[in-house]
């Protein structure tokens, strides 16, 4: 009969539960990972020297700074969120 030493095999289960744990990763919330898209500026139309013409300018450059700063905000907020998020987690 075969006589078998069974120490080798014992040894490397022994040395396996020797290992680190492997770190558990947490990624954030999807909602919190992208930020609004700036707004495309305006084709604004040419200057004539009339009122009118200067209202609609003026409109079109009051939307565009409106949503330049809704996007900021979204994007802040968002920033604070994951702020909020880590230190939560940590």
């Known amino acids: ?8 095999v014992i040894g490397l289960f022994a040395l396996a539960a020797c290992g ?3 770190p ?3 990624a954030p919330p999807a909602e919190l990972a992208t930020c609004a898209d700036a707004p495309e500026a305006p084709e604004l139309p040419a ?13 079109m450059i009051l939307t565009f700074i409106l949503a330049l700063r ?11 969120g994951l702020a909020a998020w880590r230190a939560g987690v940590e």
């Open 1 to 8: 009969m075969l006589k078998m030493n069974y120490w080798p």
């Open 20 to 22: 680190q744990p492997r």
């Open 24 to 26: 558990v990763i947490i």
């Open 47 to 59: 200057k004539d020297g009339t009122d009118a013409v200067q209202m609609v300018r003026d409109q």
């Open 70 to 80: 809704s996007a900021y905000g979204d994007c802040r907020a968002k920033v604070d």
